[in-house]
């Protein structure tokens, strides 16, 4: 269980790490109008081409500090929406507040979020978020209350900014799809595409948090390489990633994991070899992990058909070294 960050010195320091973690990221600075309660105020927004997002902090007298998140390059002068903010209190507990700083027992700081929603749409609200929102989730102590909250991102993790972005994209897609049925029947094969919103699981099984915020990181990645290769790929909210060849057949199937521990390489075989079952063309299976399993594990794998997929890191990316031959096999 995480506990809740509420000494003000604590939390004001990892108010400026949270700030920093963007600076590398930013292209530049935009002056516009703010868009906050129904209102507006003047403000000057980092925008970063790289992440897709523009950035805006301010500390609100002695309550909390606002961080406002939105999407897409915004023009100088004009009024923007805001597309969520993470706040933190000044000190102590307060659950009106989305956002917190968490620790877990090895002393790690995390980003987390109590799931509050905000934009004064109907039916946008901290249930939308608990129903819909897929990713790193755990059990904090928040002033001696037990609190599901989201997993954001690592304070220290090099990807820092990165998992930020994609926390923000999701927020975006969840909203836009606030009204609508079900994802599972709004498209078919033939529309598939990458959807950032179904990445992740619900919160239905323990893992670590920490590696779990790089999954959706890793399967952009993952996506982002087959489509420079012409491939297009798509995800449907039970498969990690569906890689399509160049004549229109769905030819693979990946599972990612970002945690090696034994419970999720058998929950993930499991998954990949029942998903898998259910579509056309006998797809292959591939397995994406930090590092090779022991060889009898690998034994067993082949031996269900499953593929293994390496991959590292540069800096904040993730690197697919035997990429090649796994397409190849695609194409065929």
Same mark, same amino acid.
């Given at each position: 269980?995480?506990? !809740? ?27 516009? !109008? ?7 105020? #003047? ?6 081409e790289g992440l897709g997002i523009w950035f805006f902090s301010k500390k609100i007298s002695e309550q909390r500090y606002w961080n406002a998140f939105g999407i897409g390059r915004p023009e100088a002068g ?20 989305? =956002? ?49 909250? !989201? ?5 220290? $993790? ?10 923000? #994209? ?7 799809? !606030? ?8 498209? $078919? ?6 959807r950032e919103e179904l990445m992740g699981d619900p919160f239905d099984r323990k893992r670590d948090v920490g590696s779990d915020c790089d999954l959706g990181l890793i399967v952009r990645d993952l996506s ?5 290769? =012409? ?87 993730t690197v697919f070294p035997d990429l090649a031959s796994c397409i190849s096999r695609i194409e065929t």
């Amino acid at each position: 269980m995480l506990t !809740a960050v509420e000494n003000e010195p604590a939390i004001r320091r990892y108010q400026r790490q949270f700030v920093r973690g963007f600076r590398p990221m930013i292209d530049e600075v935009v002056p516009v !109008a703010l868009g906050h309660l129904g209102a507006s105020i #003047r403000a000057k927004v980092s925008w970063s081409e790289g992440l897709g997002i523009w950035f805006f902090s301010k500390k609100i007298s002695e309550q909390r500090y606002w961080n406002a998140f939105g999407i897409g390059r915004p023009e100088a002068g004009s009024r923007v929406s805001i597309t969520c903010e993470i706040n933190f209190p000044f000190c102590g507990i307060d659950r009106r507040t989305g =956002g917190a700083f968490a620790e877990d027992g090895a002393g790690r700081v995390f980003v987390v979020h109590r799931g509050k929603l905000g934009g004064g749409r109907k039916g946008v609200g901290k249930g939308l978020f608990e129903n819909h929102y897929r990713g790193a989730w755990e059990w904090m102590d928040d002033g001696g209350e037990e609190t599901p909250v !989201a997993i954001i991102g690592v304070l220290r $993790s090099p990807r820092f900014a990165r998992q930020i972005a994609q926390f923000v #994209r999701k927020i975006e897609r969840i909203k836009e799809r !606030a009204a609508t049925r079900s994802v599972q029947a709004e498209f $078919s094969f033939d529309e598939l595409a990458l959807r950032e919103e179904l990445m992740g699981d619900p919160f239905d099984r323990k893992r670590d948090v920490g590696s779990d915020c790089d999954l959706g990181l890793i399967v952009r990645d993952l996506s982002d390489a087959l489509k420079a290769q =012409g491939l297009r790929t798509g995800n449907d909210g039970c498969r990690d990633l569906l890689a399509i060849s160049r004549t229109g057949r769905i030819r693979a199937v990946f599972q990612v994991l970002s945690d090696m521990s034994l419970t999720c390489l058998h929950a993930a075989v499991t998954r990949l070899l029942l998903n898998g079952l259910t579509l056309p063309g006998n797809p292959i299976l591939l397995l994406a992990l930090p590092r090779a399993p022991e060889e009898d594990l690998r034994d067993k794998l082949r031996r269900l058909n499953i593929n293994l997929l390496i991959y590292g890191w540069e800096e904040d990316r993730t690197v697919f070294p035997d990429l090649a031959s796994c397409i190849s096999r695609i194409e065929t």
